[in-house]
């Protein structure tokens, strides 16, 4: 399985970006995807997660109500969009696909993410 993270970029506070993580090679129903992020110095987090096959999608809750995930099933893509940034957002951001996720539900656990993508940097301004 071969991710392809995109969308980063420079924004400032408040601001709005959408990223895709397009997903090819031997994809499945079966998976999930998620969304970490990790900032300078600090631990790679959880962001958000999509399971294919049950369309549960679980947030971190330092992003709910202002990240939203959504897919195209057609293309094997995920999207992250992400409003209100804030400064403590900054980071790259990474998706990661699980070949073997819980039943309903994504992992928050970066170690159950079998495959990653190369990382997008997003960078909010104050």
């Known amino acids: 399985v071969q991710l392809q993270a995109s969308g980063g970029g420079l924004v400032q506070a408040g601001g709005s970006l959408r990223l895709t993580c397009a997903a090819s090679?031997?994809?499945?129903?079966?998976?999930?995807l998620g969304w970490f992020r990790q900032a300078p110095g600090k631990e790679r987090e959880f962001v958000g997660g999509?399971?294919?096959?049950?369309?549960?999608?679980s947030y971190a809750d330092s992003v709910k109500g202002r990240f939203t995930i959504s897919r195209d099933n057609a293309k094997n893509t995920m999207f992250l969009q992400m409003n209100s940034l804030k400064p403590e957002d900054t980071a790259v951001y990474y998706c990661?696909?699980?070949?073997?996720?819980?039943?309903?539900?994504?992992?928050?656990?970066?170690?159950?993410?079998?495959?990653w993508g190369q990382g997008t940097l997003v960078t909010v301004s104050s």
């Open positions: 999509v399971n294919w096959r049950s369309s549960r999608i």
């Open positions: 090679g031997r994809t499945s129903s079966s998976y999930a």
């Open positions: 990661a696909a699980d070949t073997n996720p819980p039943p309903f539900g994504t992992s928050s656990y970066g170690a159950s993410y079998e495959y």
